[in-house]
């Protein structure tokens, strides 16, 4: 599986402003409806992933699991990140579409 093209996607939503990261930023977006797609590290605690798994679907969000905490950071250029919201209906739709090809 190659997640390089979805992680250099983040990447650039990321530089463009339009992803926030952490648990509290990426449930916030998806509850205000500012988030288009929520990506939730593979290496997660299993309380935060069934946190998400149920909001995501409560709000009709689409929610995936991906990478590892390192990976998922690293693409943002920060710490480690168990979560994040990508903000921008384009990048989530080409994310998405990467994503699905799979």
């Not at 926030?20 to 205000?32: Q, R, Y």
């Amino acid at each position: 599986m190659n997640n390089s093209k979805v992680l250099s996607l983040i990447g650039l939503a990321t530089k463009a402003g339009k992803t926030v990261s952490g648990e509290f930023s990426t449930e916030k977006s998806v509850k205000s409806g500012k988030g288009f797609l929520v990506l939730v590290a593979e290496d997660a605690s299993e309380n935060t992933k069934k946190k998400f798994r149920n909001m995501c679907t409560f709000y009709e969000v689409p929610l995936y699991f991906l990478s590892d905490k390192e990976a998922l950071g690293r693409a943002m250029g920060k710490e480690f990140r168990a979560s994040l919201a990508v903000q921008d209906e384009n990048f989530a739709k080409a994310i998405l579409k990467v994503l699905e090809e799979r």
